[in-house]
């Protein structure tokens, strides 16, 4: 069997800058367990994860050290730990296993025609930009394709709603399913010209407490979002004393449009408003990490093909190119704005 890449130094010396090089199909099983024992950092977990016994995981782990004569891990009574060449091998077997992933999905989606209810859950305005246009498109394509689009700002279960998949903003908690990143959204904090003409824009987020700022609240929750800044180089979170409370996104940007306060939105969500001029960005130094947007459903084995479909068309480059401008492979993630 020949190896996955051509290999592009001895194999005397194998170490993991070239560890690819060294790697057959057979091996790429070993690959797998070793990738899921790094991420627990555990046997146990990994062989949960994967359907296996603890001993087998290890097992396969011993059989990758044997064969690329490196140890990967540190072990211990209770627990294991990469070895320096193991977190590098970690980081490298990760993009590996995850282009595999896309690959499979890519394949197995050319095999079978979509068919079916396909049932997802969005939040309310990314829902409308990007879910229901790619959604309507696969329609149009698959005559035996159906829709059950549900579009709400409240958190959906992907599994007890028997949904297909939801897509979801942050990281996910969900450690059981599978994630696809798709996009990133970037929270920017907007008032609207004739706001600032009464009020001076505030130079950092501590002053907001002498702003009239229109809060998000969550209507699974309840709760009122706090305010997300990143302030020299650390997160800083912010309750803003709430004047004005929505439960509505499309709502908080009218408000703000019409000079009730500041809001924090999503740049998709007030980029129509800001190119009318009706909205200007301010505490733009102080902007948050972006946070990403990601398709979810329950497991990467044997996927509905209206699943694939979807996932290839919200990672074609073809959606709204703020919220989803990002094409990666799926990956496992350990919620939703």
Avoid at 120 to 139: I, K, T
Wanted: hydrophobic share 40%.
């Amino acid at each position: 069997m020949a190896p996955l890449y051509r290999a592009r130094k001895s194999k005397d010396n194998p170490n993991t800058d070239d560890f690819l090089s060294l790697m057959r199909i057979s091996s790429i099983p070993l690959l797998v367990a070793f990738a899921q024992a790094a991420k627990h950092g555990s046997f146990a977990r990994a062989a949960r994860e994967l359907g296996l016994s603890p001993s087998a995981v290890a097992k396969s782990v011993v059989r990758l050290e044997q064969h690329l004569r490196l140890r990967l891990f540190q072990r211990t009574t209770r627990r294991v730990t990469l070895t320096q060449e193991g977190a590098a091998l970690y980081e490298r077997s990760r993009r590996v296993l995850e282009e595999l992933s896309a690959l499979e999905l890519s394949a197995a989606g050319a095999t079978q025609s979509p068919t079916g209810v396909l049932r997802v859950d969005a939040p309310l305005f990314y829902g409308r930009q990007v879910l229901v246009p790619a959604a309507a498109a696969l329609a149009q394509r698959y005559d035996g394709l159906g829709l059950d689009l549900r579009l709400s700002d409240r958190f959906a279960d992907v599994i007890g709603e028997g949904l297909d998949a939801v897509l979801r903003v942050g990281q996910i908690a969900d450690s059981g399913l599978v994630a696809l990143p798709i996009g990133e959204q970037q929270l920017r904090v907007y008032g609207a010209p004739a706001y600032f003409k009464r009020r001076r824009a505030p130079g950092a987020p501590a002053d907001l407490d002498g702003h009239a700022c229109v809060v998000f609240r969550n209507p699974t929750s309840g709760r009122e979002r706090p305010w997300d800044f990143r302030v020299q180089g650390r997160r800083m979170t912010v309750q803003p004393k709430a004047r004005y409370v929505i439960d509505d996104g499309e709502g908080l940007v009218r408000a703000a449009v019409a000079g009730l306060g500041l809001i924090q939105v999503p740049d998709y969500m007030a980029e129509a408003a800001v190119r009318a001029r009706h909205l200007k960005e301010t505490l733009a130094d102080f902007r948050p990490e972006p946070m990403p947007i990601s398709l979810v459903y329950p497991s990467r084995r044997q996927v509905p093909a209206r699943v694939r479909a979807l996932i290839d068309a919200l990672t074609s480059g073809s959606s709204q190119k703020s919220p989803a401008s990002a094409s990666t492979p799926a990956r496992r993630l350990s919620g939703r704005a």
